[in-house]
């Protein structure tokens, strides 16, 4: 059933050519609110993704939900002569294939901009485009290693600790995304595109955000701090008599009712950790102290007390109990989809609401080409052109 409102991206035709996560995940915000996003995939592309794995597994299935799926031989002259009719009327193009690849193919910016001046392009590649690494595939853990998340990450001389999500790859394609939109507003006013690129180094070192900025302008390098705040004390880990919470009241008005309502008033008075400097300085004290009253009790008691007296604490989840949360339930989240094959299931939603228009997922991953003929017949082919592009392999 049609939406009874158009969604906001709905005239938008997007051409996904990504592979692995970070491509698909800027497409997939693109085609979550309406897009009209049609993946172009080879025509062997039937089995197991390299990054995501089985086509019918939940990575895959919640990376490419609201596309449309076809099958296209670019290296083949017909393919590729398909793909630039596509290319005359699309607005975007996502890719993230590795630069001498996409020339190859002669769909390069330089490739589909003379056909589309109106056509947006936007590339995710390891290091960028050009420069010394240009060349050089990239993965997400390299970003994270080189990037100095992986420095920064992890207990105290622990050794370099890679975050437990691909954290570069998703911020690329978020990043991409958003470089799409900016794209697209300005295209409204000049009716030209752009080439819009990012990289996983970028992107990852962009995210290193106030750690960055400290070296920056202070010429201070971070290390690992595990589960403490790296600059704000106390915000950590603290134990329970059934597991662990988090607490964070580093601020002096926080640090002051944190005091009184653990039942320690005395430490606000205490002359090393009157600042926040101080704390830090004797960081292991404070966190030590903190914990030998916290260990006496429950999690939930603790969080009950602390929000009632406007102290931030949570608790520590397993991904089963996130799920579990009545205010992750609450935020829907967990998004119902109903599968021809796989049956119903949930996959994540958007993060992000626009008052008054749906989020649901409108259509299922499509099997690999489900939708080749559909598009093709849309760009006036004909039933016999399509058979005979599917006998000479370019389907």
Known sequence: MADPVPLPLARL?????????????????????????????????????????????????NLHRNKRMMQLNLKSSDGLAAFMRLVATADVIVENMRAAVKHRLGIAWDDVHAVNPRLVYASISGFGQDGPYGARAGVDQIAQGMSGLMSITGLPGQGPVRAGIPVADLTAGNLLALGVMVALFERERTGLGRWVTTSLLEAQTFMLDFQAARWLMRGEVAGQAGNDHPTGIPTGVFPTTDGHINIAASSARLWTRFCKTIGHAEWIGREAWRT???????????????????????????????????????????????????QVQHLGIATPVEHPRLGRSSLVASPLNLSSVSKAVRSPTPNAGEHTAEVLLGLGYTDAEVEALRQNGAI
Do not use: M
Request: with cysteine.
């Open 13 to 61: 035709v997007v051409l996904d050519l990504t592979l692995a996560r970070a491509g698909p995940t800027c497409v997939r915000h693109l085609a979550d609110w309406g897009a009209d996003v049609i993946r172009i995939e080879p025509p062997d592309s039937v089995g197991i993704d390299d990054i995501a794995g089985d086509r019918d597994g939940p990575d895959f299935q």
């Open 276 to 326: 926040q400097a101080g704390r830090s300085a004797d960081r292991a004290a404070v966190n030590a102290a903190i914990a030998e009253v916290t260990r006496t009790r429950p999690a939930a008691y603790w969080i009950e007390l602390f929000e009632r007296n406007g102290i931030p604490a949570g608790p520590i989840y397993s991904i089963d109990q996130v799920f579990a949360d009545p």
